[in-house]
């Protein structure tokens, strides 16, 4: 089991930062409507939550949502990912499997495709074909 989830955390990953690498640097600042995140605040916000989530729902440690001021620049947007999908890796690594963790995992990976599917549709108002889906 743990090694299907490290595998589906694996993909999660790599398919996230694909998703980012797409877009380049100008593209960071854009967002379709007024009213949500640019590009490069959705990928921060996937960062963030990747380890709000973590916390709250596989750790058991009630964490207040107070995420810092969005990363701006590409290359802090992707090494912000990066890090919070390093840490997820390392705690599954090093946590007995029980239905909370395995649960708390799922709704952190349902947390990231939600809102990577939002930055696909981003890549593609930029007339950008996003990276295909590897599973």
């Not at 949500?36 to 750790?59: A, D, M, Q, R």
């Not at 590409?74 to 990066?82: E, R």
């Not at 939002?118 to 108002?125: C, I, P």
């Amino acid at each position: 089991m743990k090694t299907q989830l490290l595998t589906t955390l694996e993909n999660a990953k790599n398919y996230t930062l694909s998703v980012a690498e797409a877009m380049p640097e100008k593209g960071y600042p854009f967002k379709p409507t007024p009213a949500v995140w640019t590009f490069g605040e959705l990928l921060h916000h996937i960062g963030y939550g990747i380890g709000w989530w973590e916390e709250n729902y596989i750790k058991q440690r009630p964490s207040d949502w107070n995420p810092p001021a969005a990363t701006t620049r590409k290359a802090a947007t992707i090494a912000y990912l990066n890090q919070a999908f390093d840490a997820l890796k390392e705690n599954m690594e090093n946590t007995p499997l029980s239905d909370q963790v395995v649960a708390g995992f799922y709704a952190t990976i349902d947390h990231v495709t939600h809102h990577r599917g939002q930055a696909t549709v981003y890549l593609r108002n930029q007339g950008i074909v996003p990276p295909e889906y590897v599973y």
